[in-house]
């Protein structure tokens, strides 16, 4: 049974306590019939609460009301219901409005979670796309293939903007896990505070604000592939957890103490030299060499010339038609002016570069003079 179809007869189940309950008030004689009906739904319904959420209490409390036992069940807020197992009349206490928002905020809390997880999917689905000419890409791309058919670490460093993530994607998409979730962390964007707890999720009641059980990124990423996304900036104090992970495969929610064990290829990406790190006592050496399994290093664009233009024409493409464009093209002079440049923020300020050209529409043909290049000379000078 889908979870939509549980929860609308869940809601079905608390309108019918509700017409009871309304019953009972006023004395209403009810039929044999309809009691058996009611308390059939009553007993379904307690059973998916049971089964969905855990709420033990509720279960019991339908369940023995549905056996026309009577049962006073404290744990909810003084609910009390005395269902006569042979009278053809129903009189007991049940505030159907705190059962009916009860369960509806019970429902919203599993859509939420719900619609969280699909987000978390969808938001990991990064391109795969990889344009290059340059033979150091070609070989790094090859190393990409070849590694991406086993479970191994993979440890991709390289400066911003060079396509770390992009070669992650495309570990993932040549995997035997492609068909299977693929997690993105940025670890950079998370607060220290709450990082453990996107790691590894939350009990309900674990600390201010933990209103209900919530999966961590290695829960979501079980059976496929979890990118830790700049990983050099991962508190010290969380690497050695993280490091149990990658050994022992399990783990504990926060607040919780049952292991959770798990089947997650990982890998990571870095900015930063985490050779330096460690030297500064700011990433554990043991960590580092957990992850660095296979170590794949992305040269910066400047180095590789050769992919500049390939890159340039893709990216216009691209934003043209997410931009609704007519198709462009670049000139030999604006190409050159482009190739000639050393791209300080790499393959990203390329592609913002590109996508601005885009926006601001020169027509069907780029000069070279409709390229604005805005780094200044220290910045040229240190990248040259």
């Keep these: 049974m889908t979870p939509n179809i549980q929860l609308r007869m869940m809601v079905y189940a608390s309108l019918l306590a509700a017409l009871t309950a309304a019953g009972a008030y006023l004395a209403i004689p009810i039929g044999p019939v309809p009691i058996v009906l009611q308390n059939l739904f009553i007993l379904l319904a307690g059973l998916l609460l049971g089964s969905r959420w855990g709420l033990a209490s509720v279960s019991v409390y339908l369940l023995t009301g549905a056996l026309g036992l009577p049962v006073f069940a404290g744990g909810l807020g003084g609910i009390g219901r005395l269902v006569g197992p042979t009278g053809g009349y129903l009189v007991g206490f049940l505030p159907a409005v705190f059962v009916i928002g009860w369960i ?37 791309f090859e190393e990409a293939v070849k590694v991406a058919k086993t479970n191994a670490s993979v440890l991709i460093q390289g400066e911003s903007g060079t396509g770390k993530e992009v070669i992650a994607g495309a570990i993932h998409a040549h995997s035997l896990r492609a068909d299977r979730p693929y997690i993105r962390v940025n670890c950079a964007a998370i607060p220290d505070t709450l990082i453990e707890s996107e790691f590894f999720g939350h009990e309900k ?10 999966p961590g990124r290695f829960e979501l990423a079980d059976g496929g592939t979890l990118l830790l996304d700049e990983i050099s900036e991962i508190p010290l104090l969380l690497q050695p957890k993280l490091l149990r992970v990658i050994q022992e495969r399990e783990f504990e929610r926060v607040g919780g103490h049952k292991p959770i064990s798990v089947d997650v290829r990982l890998l990571a990406t870095s900015n930063r030299n985490l050779q330096e790190a460690i030297a500064q006592k700011l990433f554990r050496e043991d960590l580092y060499y957990r992850l660095n399994v296979v170590p794949i290093i992305i040269p910066p664009l400047r180095e590789r010339r050769e992919d500049i233009v390939p890159l340039a024409h893709f990216f216009l493409q691209k934003q043209c038609l997410e931009n609704h464009k007519k198709p462009m093209t670049l000139t030999s002079d604006a190409e050159q002016k482009l190739a000639e440049y050393p791209w300080p923020g790499n393959i990203r300020e390329l592609s913002n570069i590109i996508e601005r050209l885009v926006v601001l529409d020169y027509g069907p043909t780029i000069e070279a003079d409709h390229i604005v290049l805005e780094a200044s000379s220290s910045t040229l000078r240190s990248c040259v």
């Excluded at 859509?111 to 796309?129: A, C, D, H, I, M």
């Excluded at 009641?205 to 919530?214: L, P, V």
């Design 205 to 214: 009641g674990a600390f201010t604000g933990a209103n209900a059980k919530r």
């Design 104 to 140: 509806t905020e019970k429902a919203k809390e599993h859509q939420s979670l719900v619609q969280e997880n699909t987000f978390l999917r969808e938001e990991s689905k990064g391109p795969t796309e990889i344009i290059a000419v340059s033979p150091s890409m070609c070989k790094i």
